[in-house]
């Protein structure tokens, strides 16, 4: 009894312990998640991430697990983000905010198909979240967004000592950049020490020791600058200080930053900055640039009277004081952020943007103003953007090169771009398919894949013609000649091969009566002739006219030698569908023509087994055409049976198989016109 008293005592204690260590366990885990949400509601991601990771190894919480998510992507994480969401998906309360985190996470990291079967999903319950609709149009365009890659090129700048380094603005023949690298406290949001600004010039091949802006940097951050095109005035960011100067906050005791100015001294030193009179504490003001003629200063803020978080904006030069910011509008500004304004010209403005299109991450636009009005912005293509954070785009005087910032490599850094738009110069000539002689007075239409702008040249007497094209595009070809058919074809400028020769091939329509005997009179002499309708004669030899509208000395007739039939059946085979395909090409590319599809049979079976047949066979590939969009209004189908055999293989004569699939074929005539 008392050896069993003992064995239900220690049981108990270890009930006690265990329960204890859970209650402990859980206790840190809540103390975890709670503190790990403070930093969150603080912005301090980095601790967040910490506090946020300890807690829900320990207890599982949906809304910790969303902001650590979050907190993730505030940071460009964008896998640990993406890992994190994917075990959100259990959670019945997520929102399609949570949902759209989830989709940028996603698309940070390439996996576009995950992030567009999110998308379609809120955008099917509610068609208004033009956040949404914006990153779903970026996922369908992926390709699109990638096609100018050559347009582009794109190499790192090594600025010494700087690990970090962005927003690069051009002065005094370098650079002014931004790192946070220095002496001094770390930013308690970021864990970093406080941003900087610093000049480096090119010196040869190599970038000089960045040295610190005297005059400008103080204790806390000072980042993208812009200097006026006078050279006297510098505009950058800073958090905002009191008089004091101490950080201050906005009513949610967020550190913001705004927007200070410094003048140039005779010595060539900067005075002591001041706030820009329009900021305001309670808002975030940043990254500054001017126009070319200095009058009006471009920046970022989400000051009210916004479209969504952060907006670019502009402010005048009037009597020597800047006016009341305006904003730059809703085909510019979205409902997420944009950020990172630069001027190349006074009508087109370069900037950043997360919501509209965007192969992930911040990605960098173009706007152009025409009649006062700035239009719907342009993707710059791959590799300026990638699925990382692209921003901070100048140019240098030239027009043509210049320098961004990106963190395609885990860290932000500056690279330099060229812009290469050297022209592909298009030599073409047009011939006749039957006669090779070539054709004058064709008009060839060559349209741009990519952005859809089209151009028109006439070829001339000796059927050349010639066009200047974009580097690194996808163009399609279509040659129109009155009594031809149209001829389309491909060509790109993606190979670096200049000039492109091409050669078009237009074959010759006949116009034939359907009704009228077109083709071979199913006698035979034993290999001798067979006999034509026109009364001429084919050597039986089993050449087809390969398409060029002569079948056996007829004109009119157009085969299709590739088109075959197996014995006895109207199936299509496999091999028959590419040529199809090519059919329906002709077929759609020449609506105002009209067609009859004919096919025929082997002699082996009656004569009326081998009509049905035919009619069989040649409906069947009739509605494999329409299927593929050619419309039945412009086609018919017509069996011919055995009544045409190419060649001698008709009753009574042994032919082995391959002589009979020759019989077995599909070819077509015109009819007429629309």
């Known amino acids: 009894m008392k050896k069993r008293r003992m064995k239900n005592s220690l049981n108990m204690t270890r009930i006690a312990l265990f329960i204890l260590t859970g209650m402990l366990l859980g206790s840190c885990a809540s103390l ?7 930093a969150y509601k603080n912005l301090q991601y980095h601790d967040a991430i910490y506090f946020l990771n300890k807690g829900v190894a320990k207890k599982d919480d949906a809304d910790a697990r969303r902001k650590l998510g979050e907190s993730y992507l505030k940071i460009n994480d964008f896998e640990n983000a993406a890992a994190t969401y994917e075990l959100t998906n259990t959670y019945t309360d997520n929102s399609d905010a949570d949902r759209i985190n989830q989709a940028k996470a996603l698309m940070g990291v390439e996996r576009y198909a995950e992030a567009k079967t999110i998308l379609e999903g809120i955008t099917s319950r509610d068609a208004n979240n033009q956040v949404a609709k914006e990153l779903l149009a970026s996922c369908k365009s992926i390709d699109k967004m990638k096609g100018d890659s050559l347009l582009y090129i794109v190499e790192p700048v090594n600025i010494p000592v700087l690990s970090a380094v962005y927003a690069p603005a051009p002065y005094d023949g370098g650079l002014i950049v931004s790192s946070p690298t220095g002496k001094g406290e770390n930013d308690p949001y970021t864990d970093r020490v406080y941003t900087n600004l610093f000049f480096t010039k ?15 940097n103080g204790i806390y951050h000072d980042a993208a600058a812009a200097v006026a095109p006078s050279g006297q005035t510098l505009v950058f960011t800073r958090s905002f200080q009191l008089n004091g100067g101490a950080m201050a906050g906005n009513d949610q005791r967020v550190s913001t930053t705004q927007l200070y100015s410094s003048k140039k001294a005779g010595d060539g030193s900067w005075e002591k900055p001041t706030l820009v009179p329009f900021c305001d504490s309670k808002f975030m003001f940043a990254h500054p640039t001017f126009s070319p003629d200095g009058k009006t200063m471009y920046f970022a803020s989400d000051m009210p009277g916004g479209f969504g978080e952060m907006d670019i904006w502009e402010s005048k ?3 020597n004081a800047w006016s009341t910011p305006k904003n730059l509008g809703g085909d510019i500004n979205s409902k997420g952020n944009e950020v990172f304004p630069v001027v190349k010209s006074e009508d087109m403005i370069f900037f950043s943007s997360d919501a509209h299109e965007s192969l992930g991450g911040l990605d960098i636009l173009s706007s152009s103003r025409k009649n006062g009005i700035w239009e719907n912005p342009v993707h710059i293509s791959y590799p300026i953007n990638t699925s990382t954070d692209d921003f901070a785009m100048v140019w240098s005087p030239d027009g043509k ?9 885990g860290a932000d850094k500056i690279f330099s771009f060229a812009y290469d738009d050297t022209r592909v110069t298009l030599n073409g000539l047009v011939t006749g398919k039957d006669s090779m002689l070539p054709l004058g007075g064709v008009k060839v239409i060559i349209k741009n894949l990519t952005d859809g702008t089209e151009q028109m040249v006439i070829s001339d007497g000796d059927g050349k013609f010639t066009a200047e094209l974009v580097k690194g595009k996808d163009y399609q070809m279509i040659a129109d000649l009155e009594g031809y058919f149209k001829q389309t074809d491909n060509v790109n400028t993606k190979t670096g091969e200049n000039p492109i020769n091409k050669v078009i091939e237009m074959t010759e329509v006949y116009i034939s009566d359907p009704n009228a005997n077109n083709g071979n009179n199913g006698g035979n002499n034993n290999g001798g002739t067979t006999g034509n309708g026109d009364g001429t004669g084919n050597n039986g030899n089993g050449n087809n ?4 509208g002569k079948n056996g000395g007829k004109k009119g007739i157009y085969d299709l030698p590739e088109i075959h039939w197996d014995y006895n059946k109207w199936d299509i085979r496999n091999d028959a569908i590419p040529y199809l395909d090519n059919l329906v090409k002709l077929f759609r590319e020449n609506p105002d023509l009209k067609f009859e599809l004919r096919s025929h049979t082997d002699c082996r079976g009656s004569f009326e087994y081998n009509d049905d047949l035919s009619t069989k066979r040649a409906k069947s590939a009739t509605d494999y055409l329409v299927k593929k969009g050619v419309p039945r209004s412009i086609i018919v ?7 045409e055999l190419l060649n001698n293989c008709s009753d009574g004569v042994f032919c082995d198989e391959s002589k009979h699939e020759e019989n077995r074929r599909t070819e077509f005539i015109v009819t007429g016109k629309k």
């Open 545 to 548: 006219g390969n398409g060029d």
């Open 637 to 643: 189908s017509k069996g011919y049976g055995e009544r």
């Open 401 to 409: 090169s210049g320098y961004f910032t990106s963190d395609r490599y």
């Open 317 to 319: 030069l009037v009597d």
């Open 202 to 216: 090119k010196e040869g091949a190599t970038w000089s020791n960045p040295t610190p802006m005297d005059g400008i």
């Open 32 to 38: 975890y998640i709670k503190n790990g949400k403070e």
